[in-house]
């Protein structure tokens, strides 16, 4: 699969476990819901594999706040348009508790690309139906702003 990571299209190197059916410890990255996440964490740790933590628009991202720092990627939930807990979950992520790892949006529409850049979001998975090289342009299409309080 292919995602837009730092506003160029690259191949997906992660894998999402949504439905707990492998061994996701054996997995070099995979991207697991909370709850399975906070059930495996200690073991996870001590394989030194890589992980990231998929939070659903009504997860709190006080749930993973201590383990910040031993999770690479943070994906975020968009499941429509107008979801939009997922930018104040960014912005906590990142202004907050000062995470620098990946934050990536699942389900992103070209028209939020540049707000949810400008929240912290740095990775994309498209929404289906969008064209990944169209939304690229989204990103220059928005050269000024009113302000983004913080």
């Not at 894998?15 to 070099?28: H, I, N, P, V």
């Not at 939020?112 to 064209?131: H, K, S, T, V, W």
């Amino acid at each position: 699969m292919r995602i837009i990571k730092n506003r160029a299209v690259i191949r997906d190197p992660w894998r999402l476990e949504e439905d707990g059916g492998s061994d996701a410890a054996s997995d070099a990255r995979v991207i697991l819901p909370l709850q399975r996440y906070l059930k495996m964490r200690h073991a996870l740790c001590q394989t030194g594999r890589r992980v990231g933590v998929k939070l659903r628009p009504e997860d709190e991202v006080e749930s993973i706040a201590g383990d910040l720092g031993r999770i690479d990627l943070i994906a975020l939930e968009f499941g429509s348009f107008h979801e939009g807990r997922g930018y104040s979950q960014a912005v906590q992520l990142r202004r907050r508790h000062r995470y620098d790892g990946e934050i990536r949006a699942l389900g992103a529409h070209r028209d939020n690309l540049p707000l949810m850049e400008r929240c912290g979001i740095d990775a994309y998975q498209l929404a289906e139906g969008e064209n990944i090289e169209e939304a690229l342009e989204a990103f220059a299409e928005i050269t000024e702003y009113y302000s983004l309080s913080g």
